[in-house]
Every structure is written in structure tokens, then in C-alpha cells.
């Protein structure tokens, strides 16, 4: 059983439009992230989400738009894609407020 | 705010031989630490954890990390390596606010 779920591992889409990744956990965590990996590797936070509320909210542009409808899934919507937001992102949860686990991987390449 | 140093980019190693990553942080307090893998093209898998106790912690796949508070790090170790240990290694702070900062991370080559 995976542990951190995500979908679609590859997306592939052109600029402009309008996607979503979504992530499932069945660990039983009441927190929730998102992260992007850029193509030097770095891993930055953009939100966390703890039972269903929204508790960090990085600088990340108002395009991207989190949503958790149970404490089991945050989805990651972005509209109007640009090249730069190419990258792997990665969804993770937590048990606490410290350790988290991560899921696969959502490779999305703007064309 | 806390900053993670991984002072290495790159490290290669010959199959069968030890492993040493480096990791250092600065934060006031005892951080929560951790070490993550990531083997191309996967997610990150936890390797290990550090939050009190016995400064030398054990972990997955036969690696361990020590916690120095006197020099603020937290270096990864294993004593023979495996051609599958080749990877990206993350070293990740976390002082209990949902937040973990991560170094940039060394990529481990595996000689045969």
C-alpha cells in the first residue's frame, strides 16, 4: 500500500493552460504539503495544510491554488501555466509538526 | 531563521567502501533532524530521525547519523556502501512548526 499518493507522475501541458496534481494519504496524518523541486534539486515549501485549514502559505504566485477537501487529500490547482513552473512537485504529510513523508513525485513540464 | 549546509556537492565513493555525508545547521535551539534519500526519478524516503536522546541514531538500508550539538551537524554514515546508495541525499532541520528546511542536498556516485 503506498503510504503518500499522488497523480498524475508525469504531466506534460502548454503555457496558458490550467492544471491540477492531486495527492492521497492513508496514514492517518492531520497535515498535508506541498513542495517544489526545482531542476538544481531544491526542495521549497509552498503550503502546508493541517486538518483542512490552510497553516503556511509561502511566497508562491496567487496562480497556484491549494485545496484539502478531507484531512486524506490536498490537491494543488494551477492556472494560466508559465515554463517556469516546470519542476517535480511533491506532496508529503505529517503525523506531527516536525517529520513528514513524501509521495512520489508529480514531473510537470510546461511547454 | 535556521539555515541546513551540506558542505558536499558531489561525492564518489567505491562500492564496498564507507560513507561519510556532512550536515550543518544553524538554529538556537535543538532542531529536530532528519535525513532524506532520493533515488532518481523517486520521492523522498526518510532514512533516519533525530529529535533527543542518544546522539547516535540508526536508520534504514544500514545508515546511521550522529547529532554534535558542539559543532552543529548531523553527518550521515554507513560503513559499505551498495551500488544502490547511489543517490541524492537531503539533510532537513525542523524546529516544530510544520516547517523543514533543507540543505541543497549531495549526490552519491557508486564505483564498481
Known amino acids: 500500500d503506498t503510504a503518500v499518493s499522488q497523480t498524475p507522475k508525469y504531466l506534460v501541458t502548454q503555457m496558458g493552460n490550467d492544471k491540477s496534481i492531486k495527492c492521497e494519504q492513508n496514514?492517518?496524518?492531520?497535515?498535508m504539503y506541498w513542495y517544489k523541486q526545482d531542476s538544481k534539486k531544491f526542495l521549497k515549501i509552498m503550503f502546508s495544510?493541517?486538518?483542512?485549514?490552510?497553516?503556511i502559505n509561502e511566497t508562491v504566485p496567487n496562480r497556484f491554488s491549494p485545496k484539502s477537501p478531507d484531512k486524506a487529500h490536498l490537491n494543488l490547482h494551477i492556472n494560466s501555466l508559465e515554463l517556469g513552473d516546470s519542476a517535480v512537485y511533491f506532496c508529503?504529510?505529517?503525523?506531527?509538526?516536525?517529520?513528514?513523508?513524501f509521495g512520489p513525485g508529480t514531473r510537470l513540464t510546461v511547454t | 531563521a535556521q539555515s541546513v549546509t551540506q558542505p558536499d556537492i558531489h561525492i564518489t565513493v567505491s562500492e564496498g567502501a564507507s560513507l561519510e555525508l556532512r550536515c550543518n545547521y544553524s538554529y538556537g535551539a535543538t532542531p529536530y533532524l532528519f535525513w532524506y534519500v532520493q533515488s532518481p526519478g523517486q520521492g523522498l524516503q526518510l532514512l533516519l530521525k533525530?529529535?533527543?536522546?542518544?546522539?547516535l541514531v540508526q536508520g534504514i538500508k544500514g545508515f546511521e547519523a550522529e547529532f554534535k550539538r558542539s559543532q552543529s551537524s548531523f553527518n550521515l554514515r554507513k560503513p559499505s556502501v551498495h551500488w544502490s546508495d547511489a543517490a541524492e541525499y537531503f539533510c532537513a532541520v525542523g524546529r516544530g512548526d510544520y516547517k523543514l528546511s533543507f540543505g541543497a542536498g549531495t549526490t552519491v556516485t557508486v564505483r564498481a
Open positions: 508529503a504529510s505529517s503525523p506531527n509538526s516536525y517529520e513528514q513523508y
Open positions: 496514514l492517518g496524518h492531520d497535515t
Open positions: 533525530y529529535f533527543s536522546g542518544d546522539t
Open positions: 495544510y493541517n486538518n483542512k485549514e490552510l497553516i
